[in-house]
Antibody, heavy 122, light 110 residues
């Protein structure tokens, strides 16, 4: 079964850091681009970051650029999001989602994880 | 304020046909594919339409997508109670070098 499972969410103080993980199974992880999308409580979807299959291409939303770092370990079938200098407005459910094959990050997000909640509060 | 503009709500009765619009610009919808996602209450989003008008395996043909210029729309025919959900459009934006989503449309089946 194709599956994505996020972990690492929790409560963190403003200015703090958190590292999210996304474990992939049921497909050849190294062949696909991957993405992070977040959803603040009661709000809509917001794209956060994308990474191509070989990590050659990486993109960030302006709202997180310079604070968040996306990475992947194809040997471990895992996607990561290192979040630094966290702010209250980063509070959201963070989803990882599978993208297209290879270096294209322009394809549909066809598989989504269940999400992990990040709360930034003092 | 989302880059792609959707109506915040839509509604219909069982069996009806409803459409949800998504308006963008030349840098996103005008030059790239449009995707639609369905988010049922309390669940993760699910891909509903890809490449403007293609349905993934398992998505009923009651759902259809179209695009014209810098706008797109999602049509749902034969409305069913289980279609009650939030619907989001999305596209790659060449100017922003990133994905943009619509604000979402909450569909109510009366």
């Amino acid at each position: 079964e194709v599956q994505l499972v996020e972990s690492g969410g929790g409560l963190v103080k403003p200015g703090g850091s958190l590292r999210l993980s996304c474990a992939a199974s049921g497909f050849t992880f190294s062949s696909y681009s991957m993405n992070w999308v977040r959803q603040a409580p009661g709000k809509g979807l917001e794209w956060v970051s994308s990474i191509s299959s070989s990590s050659s291409y990486i993109y960030y939303a302006d709202s997180v650029k310079g604070r968040f770092t996306i990475s992947r370990d194809n040997a471990k079938n895992s996607l990561y999001l290192q979040m630094n200098s966290l702010r209250a407005e980063d509070t959201a459910v963070y989803y990882c989602a599978r993208g297209g094959r290879g270096n294209s990050v322009h394809d549909a997000f066809d598989i989504w994880g269940q999400g992990t909640m990040v709360t930034v509060s003092s | 304020q989302s880059v792609l503009t959707q109506p915040p709500s839509a509604s219909g009765t069982p069996g009806q046909r409803v459409t949800i619009s998504c308006s963008g610009s030349s840098s996103n919808i005008g030059s790239n594919y449009v995707y639609w996602y369905q988010q049922l209450p309390g669940t993760a989003p699910k891909l509903l339409i890809y490449s403007n008008n293609q349905r993934p395996s398992g998505v009923p043909d009651r759902f259809s997508g179209s695009k014209s210029g810098t706008s797109a729309s999602l049509a749902i025919s034969g409305l069913r109670s289980e279609d009650e959900a939030d619907y989001y459009c999305a596209a790659w934006d060449d100017s922003l070098s990133g994905w943009v989503f619509g604000g979402g449309t909450k569909l109510t089946v009366l």
